[in-house]
């Protein structure tokens, strides 16, 4: 079945400095969603993406959907200790696949 | 004002039991979903309701039956709960198409 993976899973950095999860398909993906998890918390809806190389930004974060729309990444610049949490993509077309996910950790 | 509202927060059973979980949106879509995560923070979807009819049921066992009375509401009760049946059950809910999904609180289940 179709599996969306994410890399990495894991990731510590300093405050201040910038971060990157990507999200690979193996297959074509209608649309791509990312979602971020609060440690002890649920997910929630940040941005969707649609069109081939389409790249969307909130602030510090931009999402780029790949050319192929087999793959998509989310950069945040300049980490805040708010940022901590995990960051999922999920594509919700015609299945409702969660990427593996990205946890994030910020060292003040 | 909770918009996807998901009782109970917590649930410790023994094994073989009965339980039921519920859940209830206020945003009037009309999609609802039940998605579980492990301890490894995988969400993976079981259940999907469209206007009260089953649209997904992925490879769950028949042990779990959703239950969805109107498009606001979609339960899931559990039969013989096992020990691997421990996870966090996510409830959520989106407009039909392409729309972001919100989600409840969830419920951590946890069977000893």
């Known amino acids: 079945g179709q599996q969306v993976m994410q890399i990495p899973q894991y990731q510590h950095v300093q405050e201040g400095e910038d971060f990157t999860t990507y999200c690979n398909s193996s297959t074509t993906l209608s649309n791509i969603q990312w979602y971020k998890q609060r440690p002890g918390g649920h997910p929630v809806f940040l941005i969707q993406?649609?069109?081939?190389?389409e790249v969307k930004k909130q602030k510090r974060l931009t999402f780029q959907f790949g050319e192929a729309k087999k793959n998509s990444s989310l950069h945040i610049t300049a980490t805040q200790t708010t940022d901590v949490g995990t960051y999922f993509c999920?594509?919700?077309?015609?299945?409702?696949?969660f990427g593996t996910g990205t946890s994030l950790t910020v060292i003040p | 004002d909770t918009a996807v509202s998901q009782t109970p927060k917590y649930l410790v059973t023994q094994m073989g039991n009965d339980k039921s979980i519920k859940c209830e949106q206020n945003l009037g879509h009309d999609t609802m979903y039940w998605y579980k995560q492990d301890s490894k923070k995988f969400l993976k979807i079981m259940f999907s309701y469209n206007n009260k009819e089953l649209i997904i049921n992925e490879t769950v066992p028949n042990r779990f039956s959703p239950k969805s009375p109107d498009k606001a509401h979609l339960n899931l009760h559990i039969n013989s709960l096992e020990l691997g049946d421990s996870a966090v059950y996510f409830c959520?809910?989106?407009?039909?198409?392409?729309?972001?999904?919100?989600f409840g609180s969830g419920t951590r289940l946890t069977v000893v």
């Open positions: 959520a809910s989106s407009l039909a198409g392409n729309y972001g999904y919100t």
């Open positions: 999920a594509n919700t077309g015609n299945q409702f696949y």
């Open positions: 993406l649609v069109k081939s190389g």
